[in-house]
């Protein structure tokens, strides 16, 4: 949510200074992947990326203090967005109807609609549920209790039911493509000429949050794990065909609206889909889209039907981790579970905004 619209920034020098890549992402993935589908995520990235570089109502004033970005002339239903040295307004559609998103320097605030309530996401992001070598903090165990972040496989069966909360990512990073994205500094070191381009102070919730992702793709990965951080949609292809093959199918969570915490059932069809390579990718929290990736060789993956109890259509993807030896022992999985690492196969559905690829 913190970067929901600082992918302009990025965009800025890309897009508006340079003419069309020769081969697009989307057209690259066709190009070495024509038998392989999209998933539906990765085609709504695309094509929101093509929207704003094909809307010619969209002006854009690039000034000292930041970006204003004009979409619609002043008609009703256009957005506009301004990046100052507070951070990022920004209002989109009708008077009353929109949708308006304030960055500053405790947070995030955002207020939909006439009715909407504001969301509040604090200055720093808690530790990333997956991420196996982090203890549990006090904020998980409270928040978490009541929904199925971890589960077990043998639950994974028609009938069975799980709180869950299934989201729409709200974080509208854009794909660069590959020869745009070389040009930016992605590493710790360069970390104060990144937030220079970006016109971001050390120390902002913004700067924080990036630094955190680029450490996180700079660290080594538990034992076992190949990991790789993708700046483009064209080297997280590279990167999965070096580790696969050519012959690969990508799948990701897909729901048919967002959801509040709900009861849902798993209905009948479960399947297992992965073979025993895989490569899963992590949409980070950053300007642009960057896919945290790693090679897994003891992770089961699984379709899994599932409906809620408003009607909400899921086809969510589980993956069970055979091995958890390595995890941390306080790590939430094994304190909501109550069961001891190396023991028993955990398992956990995936946002919809990761991938797993796999031998087709």
């Given at each position: 949510?913190?970067f929901?619209?600082?992918?302009?920034?990025?965009?800025?020098?890309?897009?508006?200074?340079?003419?069309?890549?020769?081969?697009?992402?989307?057209?690259?993935w066709?190009?070495?992947?024509?038998?392989?589908?999209?998933p539906?995520?990765?085609?709504?990235m695309?094509?929101?990326?093509?929207?704003?570089?094909?809307d010619?109502?969209?002006?854009?004033?690039?000034?000292?203090?930041?970006a204003n970005?004009?979409?619609?002339?002043?008609?009703?239903?256009?957005?506009?967005?301004?990046?100052?040295k507070?951070?990022v307004?920004v209002?989109?559609?009708?008077?009353?109807?929109?949708?308006?998103?304030g960055?500053?320097?405790?947070?995030?605030?955002?207020?939909?609609?006439?009715k909407g309530?504001p969301?509040?996401?604090?200055?720093?992001?808690?530790?990333?549920?997956?991420?196996y070598?982090?203890?549990?903090s006090?904020?998980?165990?409270?928040?978490?209790r009541?929904?199925?972040?971890?589960f077990?496989?043998?639950d994974?069966?028609?009938?069975?039911?799980?709180t869950?909360?299934?989201?729409?990512?709200s974080d509208?990073?854009?794909?660069?493509p590959?020869?745009e994205?070389?040009?930016?500094?992605?590493?710790?070191?360069?970390?104060?000429?990144?937030l220079?381009?970006?016109?971001?102070?050390?120390?902002?919730?913004?700067a924080?949050?990036?630094?955190d992702?680029?450490?996180?793709?700079e660290?080594?990965?538990?034992?076992?794990?190949?990991?790789?951080?993708a700046?483009?949609?064209?080297s997280m292809?590279?990167?999965?065909?070096?580790k696969l093959?050519?012959?690969?199918?990508?799948?990701?969570?897909?729901?048919?609206k967002?959801t509040?915490?709900e009861?849902?059932?798993?209905?009948?069809?479960?399947?297992?889909v992965?073979?025993?390579?895989?490569?899963?990718?992590?949409?980070?929290?950053?300007?642009?889209a960057?896919?945290?990736?790693h090679k897994?060789?003891?992770?089961r993956f699984?379709v899994?039907?599932m409906?809620g109890?408003?009607?909400?259509?899921?086809?969510a993807?589980?993956?069970?981790?055979t091995?958890t030896?390595a995890?941390?022992p306080?790590?939430l999985?094994f304190q909501v579970?109550?069961v001891?690492p190396?023991t028993?196969p955990v398992?956990h559905?995936?946002?919809?905004?990761?991938?797993v690829?796999?031998?087709n």
């Open positions: 949510m913190e929901r619209l600082l992918h302009v920034l990025a965009s800025l020098t890309v897009i508006l200074a340079t003419s069309h890549a020769a081969l697009t992402p989307e057209l690259y066709k190009s070495v992947l024509p038998n392989t589908q999209m539906k995520f990765i085609k709504d695309l094509q929101q990326q093509s929207d704003f570089m094909e010619e109502s969209t002006s854009v004033d690039v000034g000292k203090g930041g970005v004009d979409a619609g002339k002043g008609k009703p239903g256009g957005t506009t967005v301004g990046v100052g507070g951070g307004g209002d989109t559609g009708s008077p009353g109807k929109g949708t308006s998103v960055v500053g320097k405790g947070g995030v605030a955002v207020h939909a609609g006439p309530k969301v509040y996401v604090g200055a720093k992001p808690r530790p990333y549920d997956f991420d070598r982090y203890a549990a006090e904020t998980q165990l409270r928040d978490d009541n929904v199925a972040v971890f077990l496989e043998k994974l069966k028609p009938g069975a039911t799980m869950l909360h299934f989201t729409k990512t509208s990073a854009a794909f660069l590959r020869e994205a070389k040009t930016l500094p992605f590493s710790s070191g360069k970390l104060p000429d990144i220079d381009h970006f016109s971001l102070k050390p120390g902002s919730v913004e924080e949050i990036m630094k992702t680029i450490k996180e793709c660290e080594a990965g538990i034992k076992g794990e190949e990991k790789y951080c700046t483009s949609l064209e292809i590279d990167y999965t065909k070096s093959g050519n012959n690969v199918k990508a799948i990701s969570t897909e729901v048919n967002g509040q915490v009861k849902f059932t798993v209905n009948a069809g479960v399947r297992r992965a073979a025993d390579e895989s490569v899963v990718c992590h949409k980070q929290n950053y300007p642009y960057v896919f945290y990736c897994t060789q003891r992770t699984y899994v039907p409906k109890a408003d009607g909400t259509e899921a086809k993807i589980a993956a069970c981790h091995d030896s995890w941390n306080k790590h999985a579970l109550k001891k190396g028993v398992c559905f995936l946002p919809e905004d990761h991938v690829w796999f031998h």
